[in-house]
Nanobody
Framework: QVQLVESGGGLVQAGGSLRLSCAAS????????MGWYRQGPGKQRDLVAT???????NYADSVKGRFTISRDSAKNTVYLQMNSLKPEDTAVYYC????????????????WGKGTLVTVSS
């Protein structure tokens, strides 16, 4: 129904940078909040950063000052610029979007991408 496709993952050395992208496609009225979550080996899926339709951002304490989330509403795309990467950042990163499917919908539906792997070597 609604598809989220992530890209930009890969292998980098500690201290390096990566930029993740997530594009939403399908039929819907609007997208509210978009965000990034990650799941490392043997860990649960945790919030990394979110951004509202108005541009308000929220970050996990572990990435504040290093990661920056942004979005291009015209392209229905959200980005995550990751700098000063650490081995602890190694995880599968998932894109999330709250989607209002119809103009008359009372609430948004959450959709998830399939994830993109980020590996940070020491």
């Amino acid at each position: 129904q609604v598809q989220l496709v992530e890209s930009g993952g890969g292998l980098v050395q500690a201290g390096g940078s990566l930029r993740l992208s997530c594009a939403a496609s399908g039929t819907f009225f609007s997208i509210n909040t978009m965000g990034w979550y990650r799941q490392g080996p043997g860990k649960q899926r945790d919030l990394v950063a979110t951004i509202t339709s108005g541009g308000s951002t929220n970050y996990a304490d572990s990435v504040k000052g290093r990661f920056t989330i942004s979005r291009d509403s015209a392209k229905n795309t959200v980005y995550l610029q990751m700098n000063s990467l650490k081995p602890e950042d190694t995880a599968v990163y998932y894109c999330n979007a709250g989607v209002k499917r119809y103009s008359y919908s009372f609430s948004a539906t959450n959709y998830w991408g399939k994830g993109t792997l980020v590996t940070v070597s020491s």
